[in-house]
């Protein structure tokens, strides 16, 4: 089993930044790749940036060149930089992480709010 934590959510300022983290503890050594989705009101739940285990990103096209991911393996978190944040990229923001047996982990969601 994995554990997720997220943390890094907020209110932000159309054109502000923020960064998500999300920490992974129990059978770390299963993880394959790590990554992002999040759930606006009234839409279905996106990808927004995934990382796989040898650190390639793949990104979402409504995010691509404003969102970085990345990992630090040591601690066993991926993060999110998000940049240039607009009104749409509100809603709230779900760490994923998929293990090499192809089991789905999901942490609990943080919220993120852009406002006008």
């Known amino acids: 089993q994995v554990q997720l934590v997220e943390s890094g959510g907020g209110l932000v300022q159309a054109g502000g930044s923020l960064t998500l983290a999300c920490t992974a503890s129990?059978?770390?050594?299963?993880?394959?790749?790590m990554g992002w989705h999040r759930q606006a009101p009234g839409k279905q739940r996106e990808m927004v940036a995934t990382i796989s285990y040898g650190g390639i990103p793949t990104y979402a096209a409504s995010v691509k060149r404003r969102f970085t991911i990345s990992k630090d393996n040591v601690k066993n978190t991926v993060y999110l930089q998000m940049n240039s944040l607009k009104p749409d990229d509100t809603g709230v923001y779900y760490c994923?992480?998929?293990?090499?047996?192809?089991?789905?982990?999901w942490g609990q969601g943080t919220q993120v709010t852009v406002s006008e």
């Open positions: 129990g059978s770390v050594f299963s993880i394959n790749a």
């Open positions: 994923k992480v998929s293990s090499f047996a192809g089991k789905d982990y």
